[in-house]
């Protein structure tokens, strides 16, 4: 497998592969975020746990749409 997602399945991880991530999004209803937006997020978070700042991803996917609605990002 090409993949390096896992999910957990029966209280063990198990890695998955990208056919079975989007056959499980779609079941679970999960719109995934786009790679720029995911890496844009997940820079922030590197950020918080480097500075010990709060991090929520909801509130930093909305403040990328946010700032991208804007011509800032």
């Known amino acids: 497998m090409d993949s390096d997602k ?6 063990s991880l198990v890695r998955v592969s990208a056919e079975e ?3 499980l999004n779609k079941r679970d209803g999960i719109v995934p975020r786009d790679d ?6 997940n ?3 590197k ?5 010990g700042t709060h991090f929520n991803q909801s509130a ?7 700032l991208h609605a804007q011509g800032k990002i």
């Open 21 to 23: 991530e989007a056959a």
């Open 60 to 66: 930093a996917s909305e403040e990328y749409d946010r």
């Open 47 to 51: 950020y918080a746990l480097e500075y």
């Open 6 to 11: 896992f999910c957990f399945s029966d209280n």
């Open 36 to 41: 720029v937006k995911a890496a844009w997020a």
């Open 43 to 45: 820079a922030r978070f």
